[in-house]
């Protein structure tokens, strides 16, 4: 799921993009980006990697490029939510600067290890504006290059005393 947010609230789930925007002088006043991939079947695991892709098709012609902090959400949401912001943790899990039109990679290791650790749960990730940036618009996943989270999980370790173990060794 993916979707965008403004203060006044409303329904972005179904748009081909996602905002990142905050320049109220500019008629874009805190737009944050949310996104969530049902990771339930890698619950247990150990990350080796974790990267965030967005595809980013455009930014404002100032060329300022926009900064940006990511926030796991702290409550559920879908893309039908119609409310303002989503909750988010209170500290930032990571930083990011988008700078130019293509596909961004953005390291999120650390946070979706606390996701498959059941250290908190799996809402999602919120971007949000760091200081003032006028906006910049990512493809969302109703395109053909919506986000995409690329994983490198450690292998399952198999005991050799279960029967998956012994048939692994035959």
């Known amino acids: 799921?993916?979707?965008?947010?403004?203060?006044?609230?409303?329904?972005?789930?179904?748009?081909?993009e996602l905002l990142l925007a905050n320049k109220s002088?500019?008629?874009?006043?805190?737009?944050?980006?949310?996104i969530f991939w049902d990771l339930s079947e890698y619950a247990g695991r150990t990350v080796l990697s974790a990267v965030i892709r967005i595809?980013?098709?455009?930014?404002?012609?100032?060329?300022?490029?926009?900064?940006?902090?990511?926030?796991?959400a702290t409550g559920y949401w879908d893309e039908s939510w119609s409310g303002a912001h989503v909750p988010i943790e209170t500290s930032p899990s990571g930083e990011y600067f988008f700078l130019g039109n293509g596909w961004h990679e953005i390291e999120a290791s650390s946070l979706v290890q606390r996701w498959l650790s059941e250290e908190i749960p799996n809402y999602g990730v919120?971007?949000?504006?760091?200081?003032?940036?006028?906006?910049?618009?990512?493809?969302?996943?109703e395109t053909t290059s919506g986000p995409e989270l690329v994983l490198e999980l450690e292998d399952n370790h198999l005991e050799p005393y279960t029967w998956a173990g012994i048939k692994s060794l035959l």
């Open 126 to 141: 919120v971007f949000r504006v760091n200081g003032v940036y006028p906006y910049t618009k990512c493809r969302s996943r």
């Open 55 to 72: 595809d980013v098709f455009f930014q404002c012609g100032s060329g300022s490029g926009t900064d940006t902090e990511f926030f796991a």
């Open 1 to 16: 799921s993916d979707s965008y947010t403004i203060p006044a609230g409303g329904c972005y789930g179904t748009e081909i």
């Open 25 to 34: 002088s500019s008629g874009h006043p805190d737009e944050r980006s949310m």
